[in-house]
């Protein structure tokens, strides 16, 4: 199997490449006189001595962060199966709608009136994301999917406190399967997060929800389809029973790659749903950049949707909209993560009506297909997902002693990244893998291929995978001790 060598060598860092003198451009001497720093900046305000910045040339600079990029596994190298991120190719036009001069330069305080480029297309992403939630009105302010859940939530609370039920409606219920981040977003809300059972299927265990429901429930978040990948197809019921009980509907967007354009949260029944813009829309993630996880809600909860609000005046032109006495309040500096608006306004704008429903139709084949070459070889406890699958490696340890970390981590010798690693919780050594649509056959195969090596070496060579990554610049981490001492800033020797 042909591999993409990671480099091996460790790669100093740019600071101690760094040679006195030494600069990536000449800038001509002025000819005419100017003021001194000095003169122009009161001695109180400058700095002692010069800032110690790496001195080296340009091309040195090109080849040190394009090695770094060989050090790690990104999306432009080869396959990232990282289950319910979405870890979908970046268009490139992408970054050059968001590089637009226009945009770029757009100063947050500049009058309505020389944005309104900016505010059409925000308009123009609330009116595209409404149709595909089949909900009326979106704001785009949160930062991230888990931020769009604060706003849920929040939405929640203003919604019941209105008809004067603030006070007794404390809990909001979420299944098992849930990602971490709903019942925490509650719980920092206020709320109690109650979790359900799922049932044998991987979906919401009915019985369990009923005795749950009663005029204490706030709502319910629900991922659809769950992070089983599997379409809750009671969900109408559900959302019924729910309402029924007085509580409001959250769906988690995060999985919406497998529904978009062809079944609308709103129409099942949902009154609330998040996007992650840098997961369906593709754009870049996964190493703590900006995200956008715009949320979109039914009429009822609009009154109560953060501000400022964008909206088309009556003569056509684009603003924002600050009164709204309803709003429980602001959420985001300015009006949310703009730059990443572009790119998924840009995404969208490529794939039109078409494009969008065949994403989301070819995430579903692709993960059809890669599970078929998949699961003679690793056990699928909950069956075939949407867009994604859950494997465990609980047999191939109870046989060989080979845990799921181990395959990640062997992963990585043959230039994959791992899938997302024990979870959802309900799946023991779970291996969740989600191809997405922007793999071709081939990449699927080399993958499968790779994943079905490595459970054969777990039978023939258990070693082999426990070690591993043999071929990586760095072995195994102290991921732990990494999380805890996040220590990532550069130290002169002269300092302490
Ligand atoms: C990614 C994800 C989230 C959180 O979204 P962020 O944008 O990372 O904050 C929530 N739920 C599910 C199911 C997810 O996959």
């Known amino acids: ?83 319910s991120c979405t870890m979908k190719y970046n268009p490139k036009v992408n970054e050059a709608t968001a590089r637009t001069a226009g945009f770029v330069g757009l100063h947050p305080f500049m009058p309505q009136a020389g944005a309104q480029g900016a505010l059409e297309l925000m308009y123009d992403l609330t009116v595209w ?54 019942p925490a977003t509650a719980a920092m809300a206020g709320f109690d997060a109650v979790e359900l059972p799922s049932d044998a299927a991987g979906r919401v265990d009915i019985e369990a929800l009923r005795e749950a429901l009663d005029d204490g429930v706030a709502g319910m978040m629900l991922t659809n389809p769950n992070t089983l990948g599997k379409f809750e197809s009671d969900i109408i019921e559900i959302c019924d029973l729910v ?28 009154d609330i749903v998040h996007f992650n813009l840098h997961k369906t829309m593709s ?41 709204r006495p309803e709003s429980f309040g602001k959420l985001h500096g300015f009006y949310g993560n703009f730059g990443v608006m572009v790119r998924a306004w840009t995404y969208m704008r490529m794939l039109g009506r078409q494009g969008i429903r065949g994403t989301a139709e070819a995430s579903v084949l692709n993960n059809a297909y890669l599970t078929s070459l998949l699961e003679t070889h690793y056990e699928l406890p909950f069956g075939r997902g949407m867009h994604e699958s859950v494997f465990s490696a609980s047999e191939i340890k109870k046989r060989t002693g080979v845990k799921t970390m181990d395959i990640a981590k062997r992963l990585l010798d043959f230039g994959f990244h791992a899938p997302t690693v024990y979870f959802p919780l309900n799946v023991p050594e779970a291996l969740m893998t989600e191809p997405t649509e922007t793999e071709t056959k081939e990449s699927l195969e080399r993958y499968a291929e790779a994943c079905i090596a490595i459970a054969n070496e777990a039978e023939s060579d258990p070693e082999r995978v426990t070690t591993a990554p043999h071929d990586t610049p760095l072995r195994r981490l102290d991921e732990g001790r990494a999380a805890r001492e996040l220590d990532l800033r550069w130290t002169f020797e002269s300092e302490d």
């Open 129 to 182: 994301l409404a149709e595909i939630a089949g909900m009326e009105a979106v704001t785009l302010q949160p930062a991230a999917g888990a931020q769009g859940e604060m706003t849920g939530v929040l939405l929640m609370r203003s919604y019941h406190e209105s008809r004067g039920d603030g006070e007794t409606r404390t809990k909001v219920l979420f299944p098992d399967s849930a990602h971490g981040t709903n």
């Open 243 to 270: 309402h029924e009980a007085g509580g409001l509907m959250y769906m988690d967007g995060a999985n919406l790659n497998a529904l978009m354009g062809v079944a609308r949260p709103g129409d099942m029944g949902y």
């Open 1 to 83: 199997m042909a591999r993409f060598p990671y480099t091996a060598e460790v790669t100093p860092t740019i600071f101690e490449k760094s040679s006195a003198g030494r600069t990536g451009t000449v800038v001509p001497e002025g000819d005419v006189d100017t003021p001194g720093v000095e003169e122009l900046i009161p001695a109180a305000h400058l700095r002692a001595s010069p800032p110690r910045l790496p001195e080296i040339p340009e091309n040195e600079v090109v080849r040190h962060y394009t090695q770094l990029s060989l050090k790690n596994h990104h999306v432009d190298r080869a396959l990232y199966p990282l289950g």
């Open 283 to 323: 754009t870049p993630h996964g190493g703590g950049g900006p995200g956008s996880g715009p949320v979109a809600v039914k009429s009822h909860l609009a009154p109560f949707l953060p501000v400022p609000r964008v909206v088309r005046n009556d003569d056509g032109s684009f603003g924002l909209e600050w009164d």
